[in-house]
């Protein structure tokens, strides 16, 4: 088969996502601010109208055919051109799992609403007491006729406030090993007996809820695989969400854009020294996000080649996490002086009350998030040293 | 089972290194006394020598074996396992850069001319000068701590100035003086001084010259970066031998999360090392130049990767990581040295910050 021509796919895509993608929500991600659905759904649907959907799917399902390196290239043009990374949970994460595990009602039923971006999804993983240890979680579902009544709590649940549907892991039996009797399920978030509060998080933005759920009637043929089966299913999911940092594009452009911070933020001689130490930092995370992307284009290869993945996600997820921490950092100290100390106006709340820029400070907490949560760093050394010592 | 590294190039040239660095270990272990130690690392040039390495990837019609890239980078690879302390990034990849189109290449190629390269940025001591040629052509002036083959017989020396040049020496030339010290990997390393000594060719001049050693440093800088790939590899798998072997408080130290976490990490830096290097390895023997910039960011990881490695590693051996024959120790002072061959982590960040 003729290897495509990268250059000029390149220039096709380009003029493609700067043809398409509206000024409106360019200027959101340009600008750093906070990605919701209003701005991700929409260009979900421009891009499933092209026939660009979902690039990581088999072509049968709605995919684009593309190899690993038109893989890249794609991401890193959307990066470039400030356009939105795609919305993670119905494409990278249950996407995957209902190709690979659903029934053909399922694929029917789900799939087309995640491809054009009508359908919301958010996770139900966590629960109060259930976090790293998260096969010790507790909400129930129990058979009555063709539906599982699910009574429990859910929390961190990210999205959930602007979601239709959340995939979540229940228990659906007791079991000697906690790892089993757990089942995963599709929920419709307007059901009955469901009740959303959000958490308020320390970055001032609102992503993350609490998910109650009382006496909610889920239909069985909302069950993905086989009951109990959950945590293979489970497992499978997450494996794809800590690959999410294998697209290293946007990273790159948010290193850029610190980098033209700091050049404005300390312009002029008398700053020079800080300037200088503040830039070289970022050089470092550079070198680490350049080491980073070759094993990101791995990655992206293996799944192709439907190869193992083996410490691959760890790997990545653990050094793009603390790299992109240390970006923050670098952004904090260079207007940190000047905006932590205003982080919150006491009157006068609404969308320009806050002095511009200050999008870094939140920014600089909300990184902080990136080495808990998707498995935390230590989880993912857990993995990574039971592989290593091979026990 | 227990890690096992794989080799960023493997095949037959990296088996044959990998088996010969591990004799040359063994051999040179025992040995105590420095000039011992510089004897055992003569004789082992002699075979290096006879296996026809120093040519490995000159042109057959220069007298080498005509191999490429790639080739090179297996033998570095596999002698990079072992911490061989022999200077084969140098005397197989930047020596040959700059004899180029000179007729001692092939001596050098045959690993008969044994030769040491003072490029730009080499140290000198407080109160001496870099090398500077006088108006009658004539040498003044220091490097130190240049690493070279054993008992060098020439010098290749780039001098700054008006017309800055690459010039040729003879390391027995009136005027020459080196002095042979260890480093801390336990290299040869010379203090090379000048005094009146007369060169006896130029090999380029000018533009040409700064840009063959530009070109030269920066083979070397990716040459040590596999090298560091590879010692990085090893020195894992040995640290986690030594872990799951070592009995404390009743149990195997690898049962304690604080080192097993020490340990993935090192495994992460290693992983970002190793992508960071494919992707200029590949750049390199794919593109017409040299890519400078993917090797330089290479190179400023392999310092600052390299430190946490070693360190972490000598850490997790307690007291046996003060020793100085174990296998792991070795490497772990191979990879702390690596830092500063062929342009150091500073001089790297410098230079991609000017860009
Ligand atoms: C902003 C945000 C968004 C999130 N989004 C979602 C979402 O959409 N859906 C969802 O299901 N969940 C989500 N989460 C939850 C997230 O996955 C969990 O917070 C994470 O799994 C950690 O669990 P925990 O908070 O209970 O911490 P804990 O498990 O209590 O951990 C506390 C600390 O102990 C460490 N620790 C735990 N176990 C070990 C161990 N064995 N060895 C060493 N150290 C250990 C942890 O690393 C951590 O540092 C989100 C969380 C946040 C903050």
Redesign the pocket.
Known sequence: MAEPDYDAFREEVRRFALAHCPPEIREVVASYRKLSRKIWAPWQRILHAHGWGAPSWPKEYGGTGWDARQRVIFDEVMAECDCPPQYHHGLRHLGPVIIEFGTEEQKQRFLPGILDGSDWW?????EPGA????ASLRTAARREGDHYIVDGQ?T????AHEADWMYTLVRTSKEEKKQQGISLLLVKLDSPGITIRPIR?IDGWH??NEVFLDNVRVPVENRIGEEGKGWTYGKFLLERERLGGANIAPHRMALERVRDLVRTELAGPAREEERGLLLHRLLEAEAELLGAAELGRESVQAVMDGKPLGLLPSVVKLSTSVTMQSISQVALDAVGSRLASRFRRVEGEGPNANPPGLEWVQNYMYAR?RT????????QK?VIARQLFGN | MPFAATPLVAGETYETALRFGEEAAAELAPLAEPSAQAACLRAQWDRIAALGWPGIAVAEEEGGAGGDLAELAALLCGAGRTGLALPLATACGVVPALLSGHPLLADAASGSARIAAILPGATQDPGEEALRRQPNGALHGAAVGIEAPPAPTHVVAFVEGDAPALLLLRADAPGMELVASLRVDGRLAYDIRCRGAVPEAVLAEGDEARRRVETARDLGALLACVEGVSAMGALIEQTVAYLNQRVQFGAPLATQ?ALRHRVADMYVEYENLRGITAAALRAATTEDVLPWRAIAFAKLRLGIAGREVAESAIQCHGGMGMTEELPAIRLCKRLLMAEFEHGGRVFQARRLLAA
């Open positions: 958010c996770q139900g993983y966590s976090g790293s240890d998260l859910k961190w649940t990210s999205h998080t992503h993350v998030v808990i949560y998707g498995g935390s760093s230590e989880v857990n | 999360q």
